[in-house]
């Protein structure tokens, strides 16, 4: 069965204090793995695209990574605005069709 | 600009009671789609379609039934309303498939049902 576990449920992190959050992930012939960051009250809003191992793309103090098993988002030397629920999903079949397989999310708290 | 917008924002209503939930994309992107969020965040794909054709139907209730009047508005009405509708639901649209398919999400519905 498709499946998307994150690591750690909740992160509290030092300003600075640089860390990284884990995607592990189980599907059928992976076609896409996406990182998105939400904010209280607010939609998923994306960040990255993941498609193939040893792939890596940044924006400015993120980083994701990728393996046949797991992504990793890394992020150095955070800021309290980096606070927020980060999500991750895998692009799965639905049919004919393609589905995303979400995760339950790591909520990062930055403190001052 | 918003790219994807839903309306209304917050909904508090009673069990039993029938309502509607709307959604427009001007992003031009041909799928659509709607999640249910519960109270632990987990994201749960409702349903999703393509040029107006219904093409994702999870398994959810009868009660949910979505309407694509165009492809660039998506609406979900809901029937019989149930204490475990409560939740947030989201719209998100995605390009067409042959290009990447990232999905951009609207801000979602708060639904309360009492």
């Known amino acids: 069965e498709d499946q998307v576990t994150q690591s750690p449920e909740a992160l509290r992190l030092q300003e600075g204090e640089s860390s990284s959050l884990n995607c592990s992930y189980t599907?059928?012939?992976?076609?896409?793995l996406f990182w998105y960051r939400q904010d209280p009250g607010k939609g998923p809003e994306f960040l990255f695209t993941l498609y193939s191992a040893g792939e890596e793309k940044e924006k400015e103090r993120l980083k994701a990574t990728l393996t046949k098993k797991e992504s990793f988002l890394h992020i150095t030397a955070p800021k309290p605005e980096d606070s927020a629920t980060y999500l991750c999903?895998?692009?799965?079949?639905?049919?004919?069709?393609?589905?995303?397989?979400w995760g339950l999310g790591t909520s990062l708290a930055v403190n001052p | 600009d918003t790219a994807v917008s839903q309306t209304p924002k917050y909904l508090v209503t009673q069990m039993g009671n029938d309502k509607s939930i709307k959604c427009e994309q001007n992003?031009?992107?041909?799928?659509m789609y709607w999640y249910k969020q519960d109270s632990k965040k987990f994201l749960k794909i409702m349903f999703s379609y393509n040029n107006k054709e219904l093409i994702i139907n999870e398994t959810v209730p009868n009660r949910f039934s979505p309407k694509s009047p165009d492809k660039a508005h998506l609406n979900l009405h809901i029937n019989s309303l149930e204490l475990g509708d409560s939740a947030v639901y989201f719209c998100?649209?995605?390009?067409?498939?042959?290009?990447?398919?990232?999905?951009?999400f609207g801000p979602g519905t708060r639904l309360l049902v009492l």
């Open positions: 999903a895998v692009q799965a079949w639905a049919g004919n069709n393609r589905k995303l397989i």
């Open positions: 599907v059928s012939g992976l076609r896409g």
């Open positions: 998100a649209s995605s390009p067409p498939r042959t290009t990447q398919e990232t999905q951009y």
């Open positions: 992003l031009g992107h041909d799928t």
